[in-house]
């Protein structure tokens, strides 16, 4: 028997009799044993940066930047310690603000900002949502050498003191998330969105998942970060149990580095061989809808070593009860992916034309879509699956069905990946 993750729960399933399987997770890593104590003693020892509350006083404006309901963040402990520490300076609640960074995604729901921060945080502080199209609530940051179009939050910008909590896991455009990228994408402008998920960043070579050294994004956001006034970070690494296992808070570029590190004993791990089936778990709230959760695949497909064969199968197992997602960019996603069977054309046209924030992962599943397949196993909205040309399949034994039959035969090599958001795959072994 064997399991991944399927909503808040899991998903329990037996591999058929001429299959063979091999399972892969992230490496396993201590977890912290306190971690309020771990954030605590992060904040009264930052790196490369004076302690929080030795950089601020009473009368300053203050923004601090979270992440969004789709990112495992724990924020509810993060945002009130960083909040402790504003109050012990002196800084009144009436001048602090706390910026949901939603990116372009949906805004976030007053439930889900409670489930992020707390009830007594969204009681007490000023939360808001950012907005990327809202012009008049964007700061203009000019361009980077590159040609990158940089702007940040209004209010962000404004602030006598930026701050910004993040996660450290792998992301298939910065290498890494965390460091900047709460606050260069998830309150940045359209117009920098849409860049730097455009087709000649994705198509980047330097633009790949775990690599966070000469990548044009993470030079982007890294810049946007800088200009905006970035000036404090308190992130962490988790475990494939959302168990923190680093948690570091300082100067911004210095704090993402450790990070990284730490994230890289976690998360890069080895193949023996290609594998015909990849089954990709995903996991709560990233498969909430197929446009995150259609990111377990591609974050398999992109990896350093490549993982499955050409014309092979994805398996991805995800209820999707918001169908593409409710957001302007899983709109825009939606749009494009519709109607369209042939993805190399679409590929074509779009690397032609380019195409709005948000439609990125329509170039990013028609790369995936083109060279493999992706069933959708569980899905709540299995039409939806069928318009972003994936499959859908009511189990798994529906799934390793299709699966035999879109390859031509049974015996296959399956890998199971229960974490696949959490795996990256960098190298061979035996």
Not at 75 to 96: I, M
Not at 227 to 255: W, Y
């Amino acid at each position: 028997m064997y399991r991944v993750p399927f909503g808040k729960d899991h998903l329990d399933f037996e591999l058929p009799a001429n299959m063979s399987c091999n399972y892969l997770t992230p490496r396993w890593v201590k977890p912290v044993a306190d971690v309020e104590k771990a954030i605590v003693e992060a904040l009264a020892s930052p790196i490369n940066s004076l302690p929080l509350r030795r950089m601020t006083k009473q009368g300053a404006a203050v923004c601090i930047v979270f992440t969004d309901i789709t990112r495992d963040s724990p924020d509810r402990l993060l945002v009130p310690a960083l909040l402790a520490e504003l109050e012990a300076a002196g800084v009144r609640d009436g001048d602090v603000t706390l910026i949901c960074g939603t990116g372009l995604h949906r805004p976030s729901t007053r439930e889900e900002k409670i489930i992020k921060l707390g009830q007594a945080v969204v009681d007490r502080y000023r939360v808001v949502d950012h907005e990327a199209t809202n012009r008049e609530g964007i700061k203009d940051l000019g361009k980077t050498e590159k040609g990158v179009p940089l702007s940040v939050n209004r209010i962000a910008y404004e602030a006598d003191l930026l701050i910004a909590t993040g996660i450290v896991e792998p992301h298939q455009y910065a290498g890494y998330s965390g460091g900047a990228k709460t606050l260069a994408i998830g309150a940045a402008g359209e117009p920098m969105i849409a860049h730097t998920h455009g087709p000649q960043m994705v198509d980047h070579p330097g633009t790949r998942l775990g690599k966070i050294e000469q990548n044009l994004f993470q030079d982007a956001i890294r810049e946007a970060a800088q200009r905006a006034g970035l000036s404090f970070i308190l992130n962490v690494v988790q475990d494939d149990q959302k168990r923190p296992v680093a948690i570091r808070a300082g100067e911004p570029e210095a704090t993402f580095g450790e990070l990284v590190k730490a994230a890289r004993e976690l998360y890069e791990v080895s193949i023996q061989q290609q594998y015909d089936v990849v089954v990709a778990g995903v996991g709560f709230p990233k498969d909430l809808n197929i446009y995150q959760a259609s990111r377990a695949a591609s974050q398999i497909f992109f990896a350093p070593t490549p993982v499955v064969k050409k014309g092979g199968v994805f398996i991805v197992p995800a209820p999707t009860p918001e169908g593409a997602g409710r957001g302007l960019g899983e709109q825009r996603f939606l749009k494009l992916m519709q109607n369209r069977v042939e993805m190399s054309n679409l590929l074509a046209t779009l690397r032609r034309t380019g195409y709005p924030p948000g439609a990125q992962r329509a170039f990013i599943m028609a790369k995936v879509l083109e060279k493999t397949h992706v069933i959708i196993v569980g899905t709540e909205t299995p039409e939806m699956v069928r318009r972003l040309q994936m499959i859908p399949a009511a189990n798994m034994d529906e799934a390793f069905e299709i699966a035999a039959s879109k390859i031509g035969r049974s015996d296959l090599d399956v890998l199971i990946v229960p974490k696949a958001l959490l795996t990256v795959v960098v190298g061979r072994r035996g």
